[in-house]
């Protein structure tokens, strides 16, 4: 079955990977408008004799390697890019105007895509399916859409990873139960009576009640919530008023709210409408909330997280996988993680010698290529470890 031939054949194929990496790079698709990845994700495939369902949830691509009758893994990749400016001075730089790979995924798609040509080359004793997703990026996402069409059937397991920048090259971080935060967003419009900044007596201001609403909201956080329950609450906007001598009719806000468990969630959200309603019922102003539910935490399965652990030492050394502290961003392989055991890590992907010292997100983000290898090779021993693990059972 699994023989180094597989391992090196990984090796043979890196150059491979940072081929495919780059042509994606250059050629990015944002979330929900992917069109031509999707289209050479599935040529790719065919070329290699697997099965292909294209356009499943919208623009998912899901590939199926046939093997025997031990039980059927999923791996998953995502590929949509992000609206910003690319501004890197890289001959692979984006061609697109306003788009870039700002996060990693045309690396995890370029990994698969090897990954997937290596396991053509073998028995298998399973099936592995291949998720190619879109729109990661941007809730309410490909994942739960692709589910919803079929993907995780008669899927047993699932694994995933991410390129990860804050690690260092030749690192991998990984732990189980709940690794990324449930990432919810909201609206607020504060609604008072405007008019002229001399005769405040005859208003009611909306930017200084939205103000106090602001600060009100902060303390949900440092005196509603247990301090042992991590959870943030953050306003990204702002916007009132429209001149200097007139008092605010409007106000709007916005913001994002994190946490890891559905119970701090539900009281965050209690306690946002309660604060909200008492501080402006006692302005004599009027509020619209609308908050809106993303993904829901990554949630990873212990058996499987001990298995990626056990591989990854294998890989890369015992003293390179690190117990990752629990991460605030969000991702929907949460979703995959509720149907199926499975776990998703983090490779490291950070090299200051190649320019990868930006954060994700960035306008100059980039990786050490070479965290792809790592990944796949990873991926690769954790199907072997699944199938392995099941036959000393029968």
Same mark, same amino acid.
């Given at each position: 079955?699994? #023989? ?11 150059? =491979? ?17 992917? +069109? ?10 065919? =070329? ?47 061609? +697109? ?10 690396? !995890? ?10 396991? #053509? ?9 291949? /998720? ?9 996402? @490909?994942?739960?859409?692709? /589910? ?9 397991? +699932? ?30 419009? /504060?609604?008072?009576?405007?008019? !002229? ?37 953050? /306003?990204? #906007? ?16 916005? @913001? ?5 468990? #559905? ?26 909330? =609308? ?14 997280? =001990? ?52 954060? !994700? !997100? ?33």
């Amino acid at each position: 079955m699994f #023989t180094t031939h597989l391992e090196s054949r990984l090796t043979e194929l890196y150059s =491979e990977m940072v081929s495919l990496r780059r042509h994606f790079h250059q050629y990015p698709e944002v979330s929900f408008q992917e +069109v031509e990845t999707p289209k050479m994700i599935a040529r790719y495939l065919r =070329e290699l004799g697997i099965e292909v369902r294209e356009k499943v949830g919208g623009n998912g691509v899901v590939g199926r390697i046939r093997g025997g009758d031990g039980p059927t893994i999923a791996l998953r990749a995502d590929f949509d890019a992000l609206p910003i400016q690319d501004v890197k001075d890289v001959p692979y730089r984006s061609k +697109v105007n306003g788009v870039m790979h700002a996060c990693g995924h045309d690396g !995890h798609t370029a990994m698969l895509l090897v990954l997937a040509k290596v396991l #053509t080359e073998t028995d298998l004793p399973g099936d592995v399916v291949l /998720i190619h997703q879109f729109a990661e990026e941007l809730a309410p996402g @490909g994942a739960k859409p692709m /589910i919803e069409d079929g993907c995780l059937d008669g899927v047993d397991y +699932v694994f995933g990873a991410h390129l990860w920048t804050p690690l260092p090259f030749g690192t991998v971080g990984v732990k189980h139960g709940p690794i990324m935060a449930a990432s919810d967003r909201f609206e607020l419009i /504060i609604r008072g009576k405007g008019g !002229h900044g001399a005769i405040p007596q005859h208003t009611v201001d909306a930017l200084m009640v939205a103000v106090n609403v602001a600060g009100q909201l902060q303390q949900i956080i440092s005196r509603r919530t247990d301090p042992l329950e991590p959870a943030v609450l953050t /306003i990204g #906007t702002f916007s009132s008023g429209q001149a200097f001598n007139v008092i605010a009719e409007e106000a709007r806000l916005s @913001g994002t709210v994190r946490t890891f468990t #559905t119970h701090t969630q539900e009281r965050i959200i209690k306690e946002m409408e309660r604060v909200i309603a008492a501080t402006c019922d006692a302005s004599d102003a009027t509020y619209e909330l =609308e908050y809106i539910r993303g993904y829901p935490a990554v949630v990873n399965h212990p058996t499987e997280t =001990e298995l990626i652990r056990r591989v990854a030492s294998n890989v890369i050394g015992a003293d390179g996988v690190v117990d990752l502290a629990p991460l605030m961003v969000g991702e929907d392989f949460a979703y995959y993680l509720q149907h199926v055991p499975g776990c998703f890590f983090f490779t490291g992907a950070g090299n200051p010698e190649c320019a990868a010292v930006f954060p !994700h !997100h960035h306008p100059r983000f980039d990786i050490d290529e070479r965290s792809m290898l790592h990944t796949a090779q990873i991926l690769l021993g954790a199907l072997r470890s699944t199938w392995t693990a099941h036959e000393k059972e029968d």
